[in-house]
């Protein structure tokens, strides 16, 4: 059965660093794409990150371009999100997706990821 699991969210100072992982299952699973969404209190989801897990392209949001990098891990079918963070914009829960190369797009159940000042 697919599965995509986030890890990592947790409290950080405004300014400071943390890194968040997602892997997605079963290893044999072929992935097109990996991708990080986020939803913080009171908005919708909004789109962050997405790396190309052949080509390791990448693209980001404005909002956090310059501070976040998404990578892909060398196990196989995981990828890492590096985040500098800010106290108001980057308080929110981050879902992981995992996009094969067909069917649908799975999701994660999401990481909190708290900023204090």
């Known amino acids: 059965q697919e599965q995509v699991v986030e890890s990592g969210g947790g409290l950080v100072e405004a300014g400071g660093s943390l890194r968040l992982s997602c892997v997605a299952s079963?290893?044999?699973?072929?992935?097109?794409?990996m991708a990080w969404f986020r939803q913080a209190p009171g908005k919708e989801r909004e789109f962050v990150t997405r790396?190309?897990?052949?080509?390791?392209?990448?693209n980001y949001a404005d909002s956090v371009k310059g501070r976040f990098t998404i990578d892909k891990d060398s196990a196989e079918n995981t990828v890492s999100l590096d985040m500098k963070t800010r106290k108001t914009r980057d308080k929110a829960i981050y879902y992981c997706?995992?996009?094969?190369?067909?069917?649908?797009?799975?999701w994660g159940q999401g990481t909190q990821v708290t900023v204090s000042s």
């Open positions: 790396i190309n897990m052949i080509s390791r392209s990448t």
């Open positions: 997706t995992a996009q094969p190369h067909f069917g649908r797009e799975y």
């Open positions: 079963p290893r044999s699973l072929s992935l097109h794409d």
